[in-house]
């Protein structure tokens, strides 16, 4: 594990003062504060680690079915272990390889699982526990453009359900729950301006209520709610990249910061701190970065890092993820994807 303790000199008053964690060699997805512990993956073992010593406990050995124990060939062909969530009280979903695990911790086994229809897996913000079952959408190429679907899975059945259908769209980015409104979620979708949209959508009645759509100011993977404002990273890599805020008494958009990648994946830590971090889809223009902010006004860099050697189109783009969970803990801990 590669641990940073940011180097601030003393007349220096930085936002955030913690330590950023990651590794190359294991991926970190979830912290539970019920067991006091961290989910993560190392190749197809599934792991849980103390955060105070940093030690970490082998859980199970998934099957790799492809054989494929060559790491480019995983990054090039999308395998591997993707995302870890808790979805109920000792059960930890893992999304592998086209499909969804449930897995007992008790027990050590895996007690279900579904295959994903639609491409390899959803984003890391788009699949959500909720009560119990998970909810996820479609993420994949989607060259036809047919209606791209949300789904619910009762973990305990053999098949999830259609809940919800979008035309005009290639797919989801974000499945989150909408915190000014019970019973809803927000979702959005992109990737083209008539594609990009960020809406609530209501799980009793099917209800859509668009926030806003029709160009790249309305594609972002995920969304920070604030009680004042929604605040997000636009997901464009060949527009102008913009940390926006959308009030809620105005609707009126504003424009916060440039920023040096496609705004993607947001987080808060323990101390109400919030975090951005930026992806590279063109290695010549991007930069991936970690920023952070107390307000969402006024955002500072907290790290940056280089993409890696590898092609973005065939290898992967350079994304920063954020562990599930990360708002228990004052450290961040992140995964490096295709960057260095």
């Known amino acids: 594990m590669e641990t940073i303790a940011l180097d601030h000199s003393p007349a ?13 060699r294991y991926k ?49 062909l999308r395998r591997g ?12 979903a893992i999304v592998v390889n086209r499909q969804i695990k449930i897995l007992d911790l008790e027990s050590r086994k895996i007690v279900n699982q579904v295959d994903i229809l639609r491409g390899s897996k959803p984003l890391l913000q788009g699949i959500l526990p909720y009560e119990g079952d998970l909810i996820f959408g479609d993420y994949w190429v989607n060259k036809d453009r047919v209606p791209a679907r949300v789904y619910r ?18 797919h989801f980015h974000l499945v989150t729950p909408y915190r000014y409104e019970a019973n809803k979620l927000l979702l959005t979708t992109g990737d083209y301006d008539p594609e990009s949209r960020i ?26 709610q604030l009680e004042d404002s929604m ?30 990648g496609s705004g993607f ?3 808060t830590n323990k101390s109400g701190l919030m975090f951005m971090g930026t992806t590279v889809e063109n290695r010549y223009q991007h930069v991936p970065a970690i920023y952070v902010t107390r307000d969402c006004l006024s955002w500072e860099q907290v790290i940056a890092f280089k ?21 228990h803990l004052e450290d961040l801990y992140i995964n490096l994807l295709a960057i260095k």
């Open 153 to 170: 899975w009762n973990i305990q059945k053999p098949e999830f359900e259609v809940i919800h259908e979008v035309a005009g769209t290639r």
């Open 12 to 24: 220096q008053q930085p936002v955030f003062s913690g330590k950023v964690h990651y590794s190359p």
């Open 81 to 92: 272990v993707a995302n870890i969530l808790k979805v109920g009280e000792g059960l930890l």
């Open 265 to 267: 994946y947001t987080t």
């Open 307 to 327: 993409k890696d050697l590898w092609n973005t189109v065939y290898f992967g783009f350079g994304i920063i993820e954020f562990i599930h969970g990360q708002e």
């Open 231 to 260: 605040v997000w990273g636009m997901d464009c890599p060949y527009l102008h990249r913009d940390i926006l805020r959308y009030p809620l008494a105005t609707k009126k958009l504003e424009y916060i910061r440039k920023i040096p």
């Open 199 to 224: 809406f609530t959508l209501d799980l009793q009645t099917g209800k859509e209520d668009v926030i806003g759509e029709g160009s790249q100011e309305w594609r972002t993977v995920s969304v920070l």
């Open 28 to 76: 970190y997805f979830l912290y539970d504060p019920q067991t006091h512990k961290i989910y993560g993956a190392k190749g197809y073992t599934i792991f849980q680690m103390d955060p105070d010593t940093h030690r970490k406990e082998k859980i199970i050995q998934l099957e790799n079915k492809f054989g494929i124990v060559y790491k480019p060939a995983e990054r090039l």
